[in-house]
């Protein structure tokens, strides 16, 4: 095989390469968008009356918000923008403070399943509108128009 043979092919190879990395990375920015919007849909259903939640129904709803909002970060990776995501890149400029509102909604939620084991629905309900303050400040914040 000559040198120009063989710099062909390798260069054949490399552009047959290049659309498949970029395949890969689509498809991962798609599955962190489909994670954290499955997390996000899932914290709003089990939050829907949670301020009048009682024993066991009000641990099981901040024990999903608290393990969802401990994941969430993770599931915005740099730049994971599709077609399907509406979160804005202010998020990757800003990733200490949009992931402190998580800590913050996780810590809220940690705080509010003592308060229930603890009989203190006053400081559970109090955690409760902590993590619905968290939802608005990061949807205010780092999420474009739907």
Not at 84 to 109: N, R
Request: aromatic share 6%.
């Amino acid at each position: 095989m000559t040198p120009k043979t063989m710099a062909a092919l390798a260069l054949a190879g490399l552009l047959a390469f290049v659309p498949a990395v970029a395949v890969l990375a689509d498809t991962a920015a798609d599955q962190a968008v489909s994670a954290r919007q499955a997390a996000m849909k899932m914290d709003g259903r089990v939050l829907r009356g949670a301020s009048n939640f009682t024993g066991d129904k009000a641990i099981a709803a901040l024990t999903t918000v608290r393990d969802n909002y401990s994941k969430l970060p993770s599931l915005f990776p740099k730049d994971s923008i599709t077609d399907k995501s509406i979160a804005l890149p202010v998020i990757w400029e800003q990733f200490d403070h949009f992931s402190g509102i998580f800590k913050k909604g996780a810590a809220a939620a940690e705080e509010g399943i003592a308060a229930v084991k603890a009989g203190d629905m006053a400081k559970y309900k109090a955690a409760v509108k902590t993590i619905a303050d968290t939802c608005t400040e990061c949807h205010t914040t780092y999420r474009g128009e739907l």
